[in-house]
């Protein structure tokens, strides 16, 4: 019973205080983030004269559902077909970016000699920029529907989904102390994997669930359904050692592509509110102004080089895309702060014990003067543009100009185009396949033990017979994608031998290619999968008869998949017109 009290002492306290501070930063036309966090330092232990927080155990776990709630709302707002419009010009601008701004989070570091622990976590916090923040000053500014702010959106996109896979990397590096290349690369693989299966396999659940869960008109069943697929993927990707960040974002950007979006963000979003509020109110509470005082320095130069560096990569990315001046100017100076993913990854850097106690206030610190900066630097970004473009040589502009037609002249046009375009759709539907493969073989390999004991209980004792089971239970499985990957790997060395090679070549090559393909396909899927291969001769008559299932079955696999890549389409493609009002 005390416990409950403290629990609806804290809750009481934060919720008056946030709702004191959501009233008067509204009054001034401020960021209400900033607000709770100011609520977070006047209720927190480091304010005389007592803290008014008891339950800090409990607060952290709302915490943590703040997290949740934010990063699935933010996955609400990834839009694939927003990001394939902009995905060039955001590729640009987020890159260089995010490579420049670890290397000089990590610099700043150590020339004000911390640990290199604290540096690289410092790179990564001010990595990515904060897409709360954005959206909220963009809104206010009633600037959301413009082009450059399209491509700010595609450039947060981008960020949070390298943000996720920055966690990952630094969670490598703070429990083993080192992070090679071959194992940053089998990380942001395994990663990329995951996310392209999780979202293909979701895409193709998720919304059908949704709308059947509609055709009730219960608010109530959509709340529940959302929340149950929300934490059940969460635990997923918990079990499977990620952050859980992931499986918010991820979960988020699934259901971002139902028909049900609108409902979903009108319902979840109060959720949000409150527990987002939470989070950034106990970020408030563990900023010590102490520290600030102390590392005042530091949080000037952080802030300053955020502001900069972010602007200036962000702008030259843009412009190097081929963007005009004024659009790239606004790009930069949209992007020019941090926020969720830094708090994250500062609390990542807190909870195992890697980094100094100083670094999460520095964060804070910086998060809260550049959020402060943010709708003054996208104002600014008209007249300063005109400004620098009045003051431009005659010679830089025409070079400019110069650059932007040979852009221009790089594209397809015609025939060539329609080509480059069906070159492209086959590769990626190839690649599609190949990733479903993959993560069923992976996950057959993930799971051998427990299907083992299974087995046992069924009285298969033997171990080779048990691999051998699941290992042809996966290629089975596998059929139709394998199938899949023959056809497009064969209409596509069909359509590049008739570009690139003499009439006698072309029938050879075409018929080897795909082949070729296939089985080293078949390599990966046993060097990935070796602690459930079965013995080589064992192994082959597993590939035998997958090869005679094939065979007979032939049509059979191919309407399946048909089928599965026909309702794929269908749920992509349905007109979110809600969706992209949103952005």
Not at 224 to 248: E, N, P, Q, R
Not at 311 to 334: D, W
Not at 346 to 361: C, E, K, N, Q
Not at 442 to 464: Q, T
Request: proline content about 3%; hydrophobic content about 55%.
């Amino acid at each position: 019973m005390h416990d409950t009290a403290n629990f609806i002492q804290d809750m009481a306290i934060i919720m008056i205080f946030a709702a004191m501070m959501t009233l008067l930063f509204h009054r001034f036309k401020q960021p209400v983030v900033l607000g709770y966090i100011i609520a977070g330092v006047i209720i927190g232990p480091y304010t005389p004269p007592f803290s008014l927080i008891s339950g800090e155990t409990t607060i952290k776990t709302l915490s943590e559902l703040g997290v949740i709630f934010l990063l699935f709302y933010l996955g609400l707002e990834f839009s694939l077909k927003k990001l394939a419009r902009v995905g060039r010009v955001a590729l640009f601008a987020a890159i260089p970016e995010i490579c420049v701004m670890i290397w000089v989070g990590y610099e700043i570091g150590r020339f004000f000699g911390w640990n290199w622990m604290d540096s690289i976590f410092l790179g990564g916090m001010l990595a990515s920029s904060s897409t709360t923040i954005i959206v909220k000053a963009l809104d206010e500014l009633k600037m959301k529907r413009e082009a450059f702010a399209q491509i700010i959106f595609g450039v947060l996109i981008i960020e949070d989904i390298l943000a996720i896979g920055i966690i990952a990397l630094l969670s490598a590096l703070a429990t083993t102390g080192e992070v090679s290349a071959g194992s940053a690369f089998v990380t942001i693989g395994k990663l990329s994997l995951f996310m392209v299966v999780a979202l293909v396999a979701g895409i193709l659940i998720v919304p059908r669930v949704l709308n059947y869960a509609a055709r009730f008109e219960s608010d109530e069943m959509i709340v529940i359904t959302v929340l149950g697929f929300c934490f059940g993927f969460c635990m997923l990707v918990i079990k499977l050692d990620y952050s859980i960040a992931l499986g918010a974002f991820v979960i988020g950007a699934v259901i971002a592509e139902s028909r049900q979006l609108p409902v979903v963000e009108r319902l979840m979003e109060p959720i949000r509110d409150l527990f987002s509020a939470i989070f950034f109110v106990t970020i408030g509470l563990l900023l010590d102004p102490k520290v600030l005082v102390e590392y005042a320095a530091p949080v000037a130069v952080i802030t300053i080089a955020t502001v900069l560096v972010k602007f200036f990569s962000s702008c030259l990315g843009a412009l190097a895309a081929g963007e005009k001046a004024r659009t790239s100017m606004r790009v930069g100076m949209g992007l020019a702060q941090i926020g969720e993913f830094a708090f994250i990854i500062a609390s990542l850097g807190m909870t195992l014990r890697v980094t100094s106690d100083f670094l999460f206030p520095v964060a804070v610190a910086v998060s809260v003067v550049t959020t402060l900066l943010t709708p003054y630097l996208i104002k600014l970004a008209d007249p300063l543009s005109a400004k620098v473009s009045a003051s431009m040589p005659e010679i830089v502009v025409r070079a400019g100009q110069r650059y932007h037609n040979w852009l221009g002249s790089l594209r397809f046009t015609g025939d060539s185009a329609q080509i480059a375009s069906l070159i492209r759709k086959i590769i990626f539907q190839i690649f599609i396949n190949g990733a479903l493969v993959t993560a069923v073989f992976l996950a057959a390999a993930y799971s051998g033990k427990a299907i083992s004991h299974y087995l046992m209980g069924l009285g298969i004792m033997n171990e080779n017979v048990q691999n051998t089971l699941v290992w042809a239970s996966a290629l089975l499985i596998s059929l139709p994608f394998l199938i899949a990957m023959y056809r497009k790997l064969e209409a596509l060395s069909m359509l590049l031998v008739e570009l690139c090679l003499p009439q006698s070549l072309r029938r050879i090559v075409a018929e080897a290619l795909p082949l070729a393909s296939i089985l080293l396909m078949l390599l990966l899927l046993g060097v990935i999968s070796i602690n459930i291969l079965p013995p080589t001769p064992w192994l082959l008559w597993v590939l035998a008869g997958g090869a005679m299932v094939t065979a007979l079955g032939w049509s059979w696999f191919i309407k399946m998949h048909s089928r599965l890549q026909i309702a794929l389409i269908e749920t992509v493609s349905e007109d979110h017109g809600e969706h992209d009002k949103k952005h």
